[in-house]
T-cell receptor, first 110, second 112 residues
Framework: KNEVEQSPQNLTAQEGEFITINCSYS?????LHWLQQHPGGGIVSLFM???GKKKHGRLIATINIQEKHSSLHITASHPRDSAVYIC????????????FGTGTRLQVFP | DAMVIQNPRYQVTQFGKPVTLSCSQTLNHNVMYWYQQKSSQAPKLLFH???????NEADTPDNFQSRRPNTSFCFLDIRSPGLGDAAMYLCATQWSRGGQQFFGPGTRLTVL
């Protein structure tokens, strides 16, 4: 079993829909990252959070440390949001390395 | 703008012909990473530098070497590329332990 699991693996949505991507982890962490990767492209770091909630534009990330669970929400989704979204955990005792989830492929149709 | 730059963006090499990928950063971050990412897979850490301290992952092939001549630059050398080394290579930087990682745009390597 992977130490960082994401769901769903694939997600399709109509433009304007509210989207939620989930991430669960089984290790102690010091922080959790949400990353975005467009097809054939590099990775953009969206959020790093260790508690509570962060918001940037239409993106919201939340984390529940007790439940070892994080969510990424996209409000008013747009076709340009189509990408792979990756959550990555930083272990409590090794702060140099990330453990990556398997990614969620999102397609938003007009 | 401060950023992580990778050159070239696309690299084609022949089987067995050495290749060097470069990464530079203007963020003055002391930690730099090299990842290999194959299609539809998560990035796989090859090695990282904490300042000048080199940290090699146990399963990184000997074929892969790295140099960091100064804070700003880091190089990935593939001594004898095989077909299985075709992938996207991502460089990332981070300020100290536990900071946010910033990724470059990647270099896509094709091995003929």
């Amino acid at each position: 079993k992977n130490e960082v699991e994401q769901s769903p693996q694939n997600l399709t949505a109509q433009e304007g829909e509210f989207i939620t991507i989930n991430c669960s982890y089984s290790v102690g962490i010091s922080a959790l990252h949400w990353l975005q990767q467009h097809p054939g492209g590099g990775i953009v770091s969206l959020f790093m959070l260790s508690s509570g909630k962060k918001k940037h534009g239409r993106l919201i990330a939340t984390i529940n440390i007790q439940e070892k669970h994080s969510s990424l929400h996209i409000t008013a989704s747009h076709p340009r949001d189509s990408a792979v979204y990756i959550c990555a955990a930083r272990r409590s005792y090794n702060t140099d390395k990330l453990i990556f989830g398997t990614g969620t492929r999102l397609q938003v149709f007009p | 703008d401060a950023m992580v730059i990778q050159n070239p963006r696309y690299q084609v090499t022949q089987f067995g012909k050495p290749v060097t990928l470069s990464c530079s950063q203007t963020l003055n971050h002391n930690v730099m990473y090299w990842y290999q990412q194959k299609s539809s897979q998560a990035p796989k850490l090859l090695f990282h530098y904490y300042d000048k301290d080199f940290n090699n992952e146990a399963d990184t092939p000997d074929n892969f070497q790295s140099r960091r001549p100064n804070t700003s630059f880091c190089f990935l050398d593939i001594r004898s590329p095989g077909l299985g080394d075709a992938a996207m290579y991502l460089c990332a930087t981070q300020w100290s332990r536990g900071g946010q990682q910033f990724f470059g745009p990647g270099t896509r390597l094709t091995v003929l």
